[in-house]
């Protein structure tokens, strides 16, 4: 089946510096990917859609100048947390999609972000 | 999220039936899906279900929809220790890409040897 990686999958930084995580299709294309927030017990939350080769569109009340999408190539999406504080501490969740019957969605294992 | 609802915990014997429930408020919707995650890992499609039908069944897991009441339900079962995980439905409503779809907070169920 498809396989969907996230790179890394836990980072502790300080407050103040970006983080960079990376979402990549191992084995597919995926035109479109797909940026969640999870808080404890929570449900996902969504970011953004990240289209290869053209900007994210994000949802509402999420701050593209912090939360910064690239879908450099139909492989990898990025997300880079920019000036990250404790209240950005998160499981991020990156999702590929790939059309077809029901527009299956794979995701990836998550990582998690923890500023100091 | 609230237009979808899932009650938060749901505990079983090993071996009994789990039936997690599920109520959505959009009925646009062309299929309903549910969603398994273990612990720090993401999520793992489990199976779907059409908007048109009333059943599906996928070896141990059978999914109920009630397009009237907007109810879904997903039974597991003989269900077993690795079953043990948040189960999340969720509903694309009338988005065509699943990834804009709507989470429900998740149930955590919770099989006890």
């Known amino acids: 089946g498809a396989v969907v990686s996230q790179h890394p999958s836990w980072v502790i930084c300080k407050s103040g510096t970006s983080v960079k995580i990376e979402c990549r299709s191992l084995d597919f294309q995926a035109t479109t990917m797909f940026w969640y927030r999870q808080f404890p017990k929570q449900s996902l939350m969504l970011m953004a859609t990240s289209n290869e080769g053209s900007k994210a569109t994000y949802e509402q009340g999420v701050e593209k100048d912090k939360f910064l999408i690239n879908h450099a190539s139909l492989t990898l999406s990025t997300l880079t947390v920019t000036s990250a504080h404790p209240e950005d501490s998160s499981f991020y969740i990156c999702s590929a999609s790939v059309a077809g019957v029901a527009d299956t969605q794979y995701f990836g294992p998550g990582t998690r972000l923890t500023v100091l | ?113």
């Open chain 2, 1 to 113: 999220g609230e237009d979808v609802e899932q009650s938060l915990f749901l505990s079983v014997r090993e071996g009994d039936s789990s039936v997690i429930n599920c109520t959505y408020t959009d009925s646009s919707s062309t299929y309903l899906y549910w969603y398994k995650q273990e612990p720090g890992a993401g999520l793992q499609l489990l199976t779907y279900i059409f908007s048109n039908m009333d059943m599906k069944q996928d070896q141990r897991l059978t999914v109920l929809l009630n397009k009237k009441d907007k109810h879904l339900s997903l039974r597991i079962a003989d269900t077993q220790t690795g079953d043990s995980a948040i189960y999340f439905c969720a509903d694309p409503k009338s988005n065509t890409n699943a990834g804009k779809s709507t989470f429900g907070d998740g149930t955590t169920l919770t099989v006890k040897p």
